[in-house]
């Protein structure tokens, strides 16, 4: 499971022209900072910096993540059309972790 921290809910947006089509376009980025492990599967020490693209709304609005702690959601990964793995960052909330109701303490 990669951990995925989100720390500010500010949106970058990049638009233009593409240069193949002449079609506008607009994107919406947001930094995350992602948990990753070395080729061995050991922890790296420190998260590293991302921009995710952020999906829009019927507006066009960017659906930025609040923050929080995340994981990657199942379907962040796929095959595209040429057979190859990609990744496209969905993010999950991680569930807080429960915390242990103090013990009752026994009369003696």
Excluded: C
Excluded at 35 to 45: A, E, L, Q, V
Excluded at 89 to 105: E, G, H, Q
């Amino acid at each position: 499971m990669i951990k995925v921290s989100v720390t500010s809910t500010e949106v970058r947006n990049q638009s233009g022209n593409a240069k193949a089509t002449g079609k506008a376009y607009s994107l919406n980025f947001q930094t995350v900072w992602m948990h990753t492990y070395d080729r061995s599967g050991k922890p790296n020490p420190y998260p590293e910096k991302v921009e995710i693209i952020l999906d829009k709304n019927e507006q066009g609005a960017a659906l930025f993540y609040p923050v929080g702690d995340y994981t990657l959601a199942p379907e962040s990964v796929y095959v595209n059309r040429n057979g190859d793995l990609t990744l496209s960052p969905r993010l999950v909330p991680l569930k807080p972790a429960a915390v242990a109701a103090p013990a009752a303490s026994r009369a003696a």
